[in-house]
């Protein structure tokens, strides 16, 4: 099985910072890797296919990388809105999702 | 507009089945590249997919649980289904369904539906 370790496990950082969560797997995946956020009580939603590539309507803040197997999710200017519970989630192999990133803001 | 809805029994007894129905409507499981995926999270916890299946009816289960489940569709109804055997209170969670879309860049769970609770206890 792949395994996806994803980290921090939570975060809290100020307005306008930059913020990175990154989620290494087990193996090769290639481009098979999304990331989905999570607001309180709600269903996640899709920011981030194919590693790079950022879903339909989704601000442009949010960007995704690729360097081997680790996959890195980024905002560039963390907005209050973007608080919840972030997730990796590999689709290469009998999909497994990292374990989650807690985003607080100051 | 694409939206999905997921019903099930809300509680049930352990060892039972739990049997649960995935409402969609924007979409139609009958065309090419199109799918139904089956997610599950635990009150607090993180995120645990199940199964999917696809328009050509191709089925895939998540290895750990494989011999508790049954995905199925109804293309017709514009519904899945997702059975599980033999629940205990381990499988108490909040079960999402969730719209699978491909394109030549990949394939990705694009919407989901609110999700329902189901509680196994005694």
């Known amino acids: 099985d792949i395994q996806l370790t994803q980290s921090p496990a939570s975060l809290s950082a100020s307005p306008d910072e930059i913020v990175t969560i990154t989620c290494q797997a087990s193996?090769?995946?290639?481009?098979?890797l999304l990331w989905y956020q999570q607001k309180p009580g709600k269903s996640p939603q899709l920011l981030i296919y194919s590693a790079t590539i950022l879903a339909d309507g989704v601000p442009s803040r949010f960007s995704g990388s690729r360097s081997g197997t680790q996959y890195s999710l980024k905002i560039s200017r963390l907005q209050v809105e973007d608080i919840g519970t972030y997730y990796c989630?590999?689709?290469?192999?009998?999909?497994?999702f990292g374990s989650g990133t807690k985003l607080e803001i100051k | 507009q694409v939206t999905l809805k997921e019903s099930g029994p809300g509680i049930l007894q352990p060892s039972q089945t739990l049997s649960l129905t995935c409402t969609f409507s924007?979409?139609?499981?009958?065309?090419?590249?199109?799918?139904v995926g089956w997610i599950r999270q635990p009150s607090g916890k993180g995120l645990e997919w199940l199964a999917n299946?696809?328009?050509?009816?191709?089925?895939y289960y998540n290895p750990s649980l494989k011999n508790r489940l049954t995905i199925s569709k109804d293309t017709s109804n514009n519904q899945a289904f997702l059975k599980i055997t033999n629940v205990d209170t381990a499988d108490t969670a909040t079960y999402y369904c969730a719209r699978i879309a491909e394109n030549w860049e990949g394939w990705y769970f694009d919407f989901w539906g609110p999700g329902t609770m189901v509680t196994v206890s005694s």
């Open positions: 924007g979409f139609s499981l009958s065309t090419y590249g199109m799918g």
């Open positions: 299946i696809w328009w050509d009816d191709d089925k």
């Open positions: 989630l590999q689709v290469s192999s009998s999909l497994t």
């Open positions: 193996q090769d995946i290639g481009s098979s």
